[in-house]
């Protein structure tokens, strides 16, 4: 992703528009990659009847820790993590939340084990700037395409 957003550069600068920007990107990946390894092992264990209350807890952590960054980028009004325009930094941010979303559809290997979802209202309800940037993504131009009928199928599999 990183070596095609350089490739690209000139046609728009996904990897920011100068070496302080791409650092801050860097540092923005550098981060999703550590909430994404804990999130995939937890996704994987809700794909089971019981769900391990350490996978829940180390997923739990993760997405706080990494969407309590993201809240903390976005102060005070800030459109896109990084610059100006949408850049790696919040391509990144909404593919793993929306891939993280998965949890909507697994209430019941939750409920079976005993444990809350991690997306529930009071754990988003923490981090408005981040999920309204979360929402602002999906509806973009750039995303709305793909991330919409994502959520929505996601959405119809929790009725």
Do not use: W
């Amino acid at each position: 992703m990183r070596a095609v957003a350089r490739l690209g550069h000139e046609r728009f600068a996904l990897y920011g528009r100068d070496p302080y920007e791409a650092s801050r990107i860097d540092s923005f990946l550098d981060t999703s990659l550590v909430f994404a390894r804990d999130a995939q092992l937890y996704l994987f264990a809700l794909r089971e009847s019981a769900v391990p209350p350490d996978s829940h807890a180390r997923a739990k952590e993760a997405f706080t820790t990494y969407t309590a960054g993201i809240e903390q980028a976005l102060q005070p009004d800030r459109m896109f993590l990084v610059g100006d325009d949408v850049t790696l930094a919040d391509i990144g941010f909404v593919a793993e939340l929306s891939l993280f979303s998965n949890e909507r559809t697994r209430h019941h290997a939750l409920e079976q084990s005993r444990l809350e979802p991690i997306l529930s209202d009071a754990q988003v309800a923490k981090f408005p700037c981040a999920m309204a940037h979360f929402a602002r993504l999906a509806d973009h131009p750039a995303f709305a395409p793909d991330v919409r009928p994502y959520l929505a199928r996601l959405s119809s599999k929790t009725k």
